[in-house]
T-cell receptor, first 111, second 115 residues
Framework: NAGVTQTPKFRVLKTGQSMTLLCAQDMNHEYMYWYRQDPGMGLRLIHYSVGEGTTAKGEVPDGYNVSRLKKQNFLLGLESAAPSQTSVYFC??????????FGPGTRLTVT | GDSVTQMEGPVTLSEEAFLTINCTYTATGYPSLFWYVQYPGEGLQLLLKATKADDKGSNKGFEATYRKETTSFHLEKGSVQVSDSAVYFCALLARNAGNNRKLIWGLGTSLAVNP
């Protein structure tokens, strides 16, 4: 039972490049989330999903897109990376109305 | 709307000192309350939780009691260790359907424990 896994762990992008972060969970959770964590800002919700095929915007969705084609996977895309997207990205999942379980994070640097 | 307020850090303690990290909340109804811990370079881990008033969550020597009358969920530990150095986050989850999809987070409190 791996819990929540994230791929990749580290990435460096140049401004304007695109990339996709992959999150996978093996707990059969309905809900999945993408956060970013920046110094002094706590955790900010980017997008979330309450079930396969559904997505919704969080607090800071601009510049990101997501997809949940399979229940166990939640993808976060950056179409045209900007230096302001340099951050640590965390994926999480939860059962309905329950606590969230987090992945180990992806450290992204945009130069 | 719902919100969580945590004491600002950083908090610096000596080993074996008593720890309190304050957390207060604003919410309609009766939310569930959580403390998460983030060790350096890692993701967040659930430390403890409480789902109703007067419940006490406990784990690894940490405790927090859900106080509805003071809308608080303060984290305490009687004797901290160097290995407790981490960032601690308080969070709430609303009970009502439709609002129970997202955790509301505090900003985190950094704790450093010196030998």
């Amino acid at each position: 039972n791996a819990g929540v896994t994230q791929t990749p762990k580290f990435r460096v992008l140049k401004t304007g490049q695109s990339m996709t972060l992959l999150c996978a969970q093996d707990m059969n959770h309905e809900y999945m989330y993408w956060y970013r964590q920046d110094p002094g800002m706590g955790l900010r919700l980017i997008h979330y999903s309450v079930g396969e095929g559904t997505t919704a915007k969080g607090e800071v969705p601009d510049g990101y897109n997501v997809s949940r084609l399979k229940k166990q996977n939640f993808l976060l895309g950056l179409e045209s990376a900007a230096p302001s997207q340099t951050s640590v990205y965390f994926c999480a999942s939860s059962a309905i109305g329950a606590e969230q379980y987090f992945g180990p994070g992806t450290r992204l640097t945009v130069t | 709307g719902d919100s969580v307020t945590q004491m600002e850090g950083p908090v610096t303690l000596s080993e074996e000192a008593f720890l309190t990290i304050n957390c207060t909340y604003t919410a309609t109804g009766y939310p569930s309350l959580f403390w998460y811990v983030q060790y350096p370079g890692e993701g967040l881990q659930l430390l403890l939780k409480a789902t109703k008033a007067d419940d006490k969550g406990s784990n690894k020597g940490f405790e927090a009691t859900y106080r509805k009358e003071t809308t608080s969920f303060h984290l305490e530990k009687g004797s901290v260790q160097v290995s407790d150095s981490a960032v601690y986050f308080c969070a709430l989850l609303a009970r009502n359907a439709g609002n129970n999809r997202k955790l509301i987070w505090g900003l985190g409190t950094s704790l450093a424990v010196n030998p």
